[in-house]
């Protein structure tokens, strides 16, 4: 190899082949290594910037991708330091406002207020949406800030950036780069950082928006939490005294009456039922709105509907001289299938309505077939329910509004006739659920008539199932027993007394007037069942029944606890059960549902002849797979037929889980199927659905023959669900 480099003068002497380096070419020597030089410096910049530029792109991924200035910002220092010689990075983000700070983030700890309190160099490039540049800050200063930048320690910054960020045009803060070296920016420094500036705009712009929706997210759990509490309170005030009302009616009923006395009771306990079915309405408006309502599919009759709709507003209308008429076609059936509580509510609104609004002359109910043949072929009535009267009638413009919320015909009218503006807006959003529509004509001066069209399929049943009742043998289950009643109402516990008194034999009753009294009775006493109100004084009845499952002797903690409550909101529902409450009995109550609720509570509790022995703790927990209400609503609360289908499950249920594992063993899948279907029936009659989903699901892997490979878990889930109810009803 060829030595390109001379030995040094009077040492070495060149060979014959070698030629001595001239002038020229020394000079040319130094021109290579200078280049050489250069090159690898812009070789070393290049990789320098590709390198921030790697920085900058992460950064900005990750600041993008954050909802949260704190977490998107965080790594900002650290990254632009390691670009550049930066001694203090800092990140202001303004308000809407434009002048309160909302998020400032300082990595140097002694910067505070070095660029902020008294330099107003982020104030300056804010107001100017303009960049700050300083090489030497120590001498260029006066333009931007009233003296050096300097730390406690006596530390100078000299160099200075200061960026606008913006997004979309709108300044929305400033990015500030400060170090103690001179010229330790470059120009490259400063496209890098403004190859970042978008970026933050829109992280800044999205923690933002971010920080709205929590807002108003928050905001509305606030707003749904106050409106739970006002319908809670409001349900609780109101259905107090109804329940009190309701219940007194009742009793007056049960103690032989006069004739002309009937009549006005009959009214009273009408109209009260009327009215509790108007406020759960109203309470559930908000559910009608969200869409959250669930309509009944039950047959009715349509001329007992029709026939009670005029029975509670015949003395109304009667009051006014008013005639009130009602018509029904006579090819319409008589038992339909719908939700016959929502269908009055509307008639009696409109109807209400009408002889509210009428002076003199008459109102009218007319129901009609629509004239549509092929829906009445398929067993499907269209009705058309027309309300008449000729009372004040309504302008056109008035009727333009009708039906909006807290709307009425007018001023005027709402100051001579009263009244809240909501009925006509339920009644409308009633039947629009139902797939219906409503309409109104009206002349001013001659009346009016609402037109309502719906649709209803015709029962198979020729007759109606019987309205519930108290039988005797939940009468039976009742005798003797001694039960404490707590509630600070007074009429509340007379007539749920009184009822009790009036029905069942040797029954014992005490009262408590409040939570605390409660406790002391129950403490000194034996009781069979207590039933509790949820608001009282001193201690309330959740309180109360806390204590009594936590702190009381083996022999009465587990003692059954019925909640008295007017409230109908869930949350308020489940209370009682976590603190260990068997049911509830929602104010105002019939009969049959405070019998049942106490009969229902005595037995799932374990305890059917009221001895005091423990309760199953399977029967208080919300892991139990039976439902004893839908035995209960299935037999009526008859307690001998209860016993005799729970006999019937415990009987055949393992008897029909063995075949099941038996036949999918030789692959029998006709014999399977058969087996979940007989098996359902009995399922069903206990409330155990996912038992009847599984076996509906075994059925049809039968049938199909699709899916066969998983018959085996479906049984074995299904005989995990049977084992458990067999369990919890054998504690019963």
Request: charged share 25%.
């Amino acid at each position: 190899m060829r030595n390109i480099f001379s030995k040094k003068p009077g040492k070495e002497e060149p060979s014959s082949g070698d030629k001595a380096l001239s002038p020229v070419h020394g000079h040319e020597k130094k021109e290579a290594d200078s280049s050489g030089t250069e090159s690898l410096k812009k070789t070393e910049l290049l990789q320098k910037q590709l390198n921030n530029l790697y920085l900058v792109n992460e950064l900005s991924q990750h600041i993008t991708s954050s909802l949260s200035l704190e977490e998107g910002f965080g790594h900002l220092y650290s990254t632009i330091n390691s670009m550049m010689d930066a001694s203090a990075v800092e990140l202001l983000v303004y308000g809407k406002d434009e002048e309160r700070i909302f998020f400032s983030n300082k990595s140097y700890p002694d910067t505070d207020s070095l660029l902020t309190t008294y330099n107003h160099m982020s104030e300056w490039s804010f107001k100017n949406k303009k960049e700050i540049f300083l090489e030497d800050a120590e001498i260029d200063y006066g333009r931007y800030v009233f003296k050096p930048l300097t730390l406690p320690d006596g530390s100078a910054a000299r160099s200075v950036m200061v960026f606008p960020v913006l997004h979309h045009d709108k300044i929305t803060g400033t990015l500030s780069i400060v170090s103690f070296s001179k010229n330790a920016f470059e120009l490259f420094h400063k496209e890098m950082i403004r190859l970042l500036l978008p970026f933050i705009g829109v992280a800044i712009d999205n923690a933002f928006k971010h920080q709205q929706i929590i807002s108003l997210k928050q905001r509305a759990e606030r707003s749904e939490q106050f409106m739970q509490e006002f319908l809670s309170n409001m349900s609780h005030e109101i259905r107090t005294p109804m329940n009190a009302v309701m219940g007194m009616t009742n009793i007056l009923l049960q103690k032989n009456p006069q004739q002309e006395q009937l009549k006005y009771l009959d009214a009273i306990q009408r109209s009260s039922e009327n009215l509790l079915v108007i406020l759960n309405d109203i309470l559930d408006l908000s559910k009608i709105e969200a869409g959250k309502i669930e309509l009944e599919h039950i047959d009715f009759s349509l001329r007992e509907v029709i026939a009670s709709v005029k029975s509670i507003l015949l003395h109304k209308a009667e009051e006014k001289g008013l005639e009130l008429t009602t018509g029904i076609s006579e090819k319409i059936p008589d038992i339909l299938v719908g939700d016959p509580t929502r269908l009055t509510q509307v008639l009696i609104n409109l109807l209400g309505n009408a002889i509210k609004f009428t002076e003199k002359g008459s109102v009218r109910l007319d129901v009609q077939q629509a004239n549509n043949s092929e829906m009445n072929q398929q067993a499907n009535q269209q009705l058309l329910f027309h309300v008449s009267d000729t009372g004040i009638g309504i302008s056109p413009q008035q009727q333009e509004k009708l039906f909006s919320k807290y709307s009425q015909a007018g001023s005027e009218t709402t100051r001579k006739y009263g009244g809240t503006g909501l009925g006509l807006n339920i009644s409308k959003q009633l039947v629009q659920l139902q797939g219906g529509t409503i309409r109104v004509e009206s002349v001013p001066g001659k009346g009016s008539t609402f037109s309502v069209s719906l649709l209803f399929p015709e029962s198979e049943s020729k007759v109606l199932t019987k309205k519930k009742a108290v039988s005797q043998e939940m009468l039976q289950t009742l005798e003797g027993k001694r039960i404490l009643i707590a509630d600070d109402n007074e009429y509340n516990r007379i007539t749920i007394a009184e009822t009790l008194k009036l029905k069942i034999r040797d029954i014992r009753v005490d009262e408590a007037q409040d939570g605390e009294q409660a406790l002391e009775m129950f403490a000194r006493n034996a009781y069979d069942i207590v039933i509790m109100d949820l608001i009282m004084p001193k201690v309330d009845g959740v309180e109360a029944a806390r204590i009594i499952r936590n702190s009381m002797p083996a022999d009465k903690k587990n003692i059954p606890i019925v909640a008295l409550t007017a409230s109908v909101i869930k949350s308020e529902i489940e209370k009682c059960y976590t603190v260990g409450m068997n049911g509830y009995i929602q104010k105002p109550f019939q009969e049959y549902q405070l019998f049942s609720s106490l009969v229902h509570a005595l037995m799932n509790n374990g305890i059917p002849s009221g001895s005091g022995e423990a309760a199953p703790a399977m029967a208080r927990n919300g892991n139990r797979v039976i439902d004893m209400d839908s035995l209960n609503e299935f037999t009526e609360g008859d307690a001998v037929r209860m016993q005799r289908f729970v006999e019937q499950f415990l009987t055949k249920i393992p008897v029909y889980v063995e075949t099941l594992h038996e036949k999918i063993g030789a692959s029998d899948f006709d014999s399977v199927r058969i087996a979940a279907h007989s098996m359902k029936p009995l399922l069903q009659m206990l409330g155990i659905q996912k038992g009847v989903e599984l076996t509906e699901h075994v059925e049809q892997c039968c049938v199909t023959k699709l899916g066969l490979d998983q018959l085996p878990s479906l049984i074995s889930q299904v005989d995990d669900i049977c084992h458990q109810a067999v369990v919890e009803l054998k504690r019963i």
